[in-house]
């Protein structure tokens, strides 16, 4: 696979805590069609593939690649589901270009999380069913048992953990798209209801809803086109085991090893010092740090310091989530790999606003499937 692969048309809509006046299809058509024109194409003659990321147990419907070819004039057009994250359908997308099968493929993951009345049950059918299930185990109890052992284990500290917080509520104010933005202090983060000993309300991502779609071409086709392309320097993806009795808490393996995959492709050899800035998962405060650190950008017990002492901050040596991450956005369900990939674009091309970073050229995104996976993905883009 040698032929080079370009971002060349985004699109979104949202992102709200709640959206009952429109549909998932409604939000999808409006971010498909801000792509098409970003990208100056039409779907109906210029693409030769969609891939859409979508959980059946989310949407409520099986098979749900049935469901939107309509908004996104893919009707009748090769198209499949990923049943994952937005970034691994960003994957899969990407090998149909690199490989030559395609020349133009369509993107697109969204969230209507509001809709879905019991999700944390939903959630924990991802437990194993014989050993894990039958303890009735709320999914977000995990997050609590993590981030208690990552504590004791000196990787960082609570404090460590609500300046994160604070620091991506605070870039979301920047971004008029965020959802969950605010002007706080660590004593407000700390105070909050305990949700899982010793996680607090604050420190995890309140939901949204929205829609992203991206456009993706060869670089002889980009040319061609009148988007300003992103190129896709490397992607990677990686689980851990899926057991809780197995896996490693301690180092979040399925970042390490996607990053690592990233970098190959990327031919990116020192993360820390290539790579301008990053959008990492950030569902819980904690992750945003143990993250940086699986992704080679902080040394093990690093992350947490670097954040107090303002290096993550969007005017410090490495800005982690100028967007506001998760936690300011709002977590989008199967589209927060393409939310944290949709920031990197911007920034790369200068279309950040008042969010805006200066002097990148290298951006690394990455996310996390969430509870109870060990499931990630990353992709470095350079403009």
């Given at each position: 696979m040698?032929?080079?692969?370009?971002?060349?048309?985004?699109?979104?809509?949202?992102?709200?805590?709640?959206?009952?006046?429109?549909?998932?299809?409604?939000?999808?058509?409006?971010?498909?069609?801000r792509?098409?024109?970003?990208?100056?194409?039409?779907?109906?003659?210029?693409?030769q593939?969609?891939?859409?990321?979508?959980?059946?147990?989310?949407?409520?419907?099986?098979?749900?690649?049935?469901?939107?070819?309509?908004?996104?004039?893919?009707?009748?057009?090769?198209?499949?589901?990923?049943?994952?994250?937005?970034?691994?359908?960003?994957?899969?997308?990407?090998?149909?270009?690199?490989?030559?099968?395609?020349d133009?493929?369509?993107?697109?993951?969204?969230?209507?999380?509001?809709?879905?009345?019991?999700?944390?049950?939903i959630?924990?059918f991802?437990?194993?069913?014989?050993?894990?299930?039958?303890?009735?185990?709320?999914p977000?109890a995990l997050?609590?048992?993590?981030?208690?052992?990552?504590?004791?284990?000196?990787?960082?500290?609570?404090?460590?953990?609500?300046?994160?917080?604070?620091?991506?509520?605070?870039?979301?104010?920047?971004?008029?798209?965020a959802?969950?933005?605010?002007?706080?202090?660590?004593?407000?983060?700390?105070?909050?209801?305990?949700?899982a000993s010793?996680?607090?309300?604050?420190?995890?991502?309140?939901?949204?809803?929205?829609?992203?779609?991206?456009?993706l071409?060869?670089s002889?086709?980009?040319?061609?086109?009148k988007?300003?392309?992103?190129?896709?320097?490397?992607?990677?993806?990686?689980?851990?085991t899926?057991?809780?009795?197995?896996?490693?808490?301690?180092?979040?393996?399925?970042?390490?090893?996607?990053?690592?995959?990233?970098?190959?492709?990327?031919?990116?050899?020192?993360?820390?010092?290539?790579?301008?800035?990053?959008?990492?998962?950030?569902?819980?405060?904690?992750?945003?740090?143990?993250?940086?650190?699986?992704?080679?950008?902080?040394?093990?017990?690093?992350?947490?310091?670097?954040?107090?002492?303002?290096?993550?901050?969007?005017?410090?040596?490495?800005?982690?989530?100028?967007?506001?991450?998760?936690?300011?956005?709002?977590?989008?369900?199967?589209?927060?790999?393409?939310?944290?990939?949709?920031?990197?674009?911007?920034?790369?091309?200068?279309?950040?606003?008042?969010?805006?970073?200066?002097?990148?050229?290298?951006?690394?995104?990455?996310?996390?499937?969430?509870?109870?996976?060990?499931?990630?993905?990353?992709?470095?883009?350079?403009n």
């Amino acid at each position: 696979m040698n032929r080079t692969v370009e971002i060349v048309g985004v699109g979104w809509s949202g992102f709200r805590a709640i959206s009952p006046d429109v549909s998932y299809k409604e939000m999808i058509f409006e971010a498909a069609t801000r792509a098409y024109t970003d990208a100056g194409i039409d779907p109906r003659n210029d693409v030769q593939g969609f891939v859409t990321a979508a959980e059946d147990y989310h949407e409520g419907t099986s098979i749900f690649d049935e469901y939107t070819p309509d908004q996104l004039g893919a009707v009748l057009r090769p198209m499949h589901t990923i049943t994952g994250d937005g970034l691994h359908a960003l994957a899969a997308a990407y090998m149909k270009i690199a490989s030559g099968l395609m020349d133009v493929v369509v993107v697109e993951a969204h969230s209507k999380a509001s809709n879905i009345l019991t999700l944390d049950h939903i959630t924990a059918f991802a437990e194993d069913p014989t050993f894990e299930r039958p303890l009735a185990i709320n999914p977000i109890a995990l997050a609590g048992l993590e981030m208690q052992m990552l504590l004791s284990a000196g990787r960082f500290t609570l404090e460590q953990c609500a300046q994160v917080v604070v620091k991506n509520k605070n870039n979301a104010l920047a971004n008029p798209s965020a959802a969950h933005g605010a002007a706080i202090g660590r004593k407000t983060v700390l105070e909050a209801q305990v949700v899982a000993s010793p996680l607090t309300r604050l420190m995890a991502a309140p939901h949204a809803d929205g829609a992203i779609v991206m456009v993706l071409a060869d670089s002889d086709t980009a040319k061609r086109l009148k988007g300003k392309p992103v190129r896709v320097r490397g992607i990677g993806w990686a689980n851990d085991t899926p057991a809780l009795d197995s896996r490693d808490w301690a180092h979040a393996q399925y970042a390490r090893k996607s990053a690592e995959m990233a970098y190959r492709v990327a031919g990116i050899k020192s993360p820390r010092s290539e790579i301008d800035f990053v959008e990492v998962d950030d569902t819980f405060a904690y992750k945003e740090l143990q993250h940086l650190e699986a992704l080679h950008l902080a040394k093990p017990g690093e992350a947490g310091v670097m954040t107090t002492q303002g290096a993550t901050e969007r005017d410090g040596e490495l800005p982690v989530n100028p967007s506001g991450g998760c936690l300011g956005l709002g977590s989008l369900l199967e589209a927060n790999g393409l939310a944290r990939t949709l920031e990197v674009v911007l920034q790369l091309r200068g279309d950040a606003g008042a969010r805006q970073l200066k002097n990148v050229h290298t951006g690394l995104a990455f996310t996390w499937r969430g509870l109870p996976t060990t499931s990630g993905a990353a992709v470095v883009l350079s403009n």
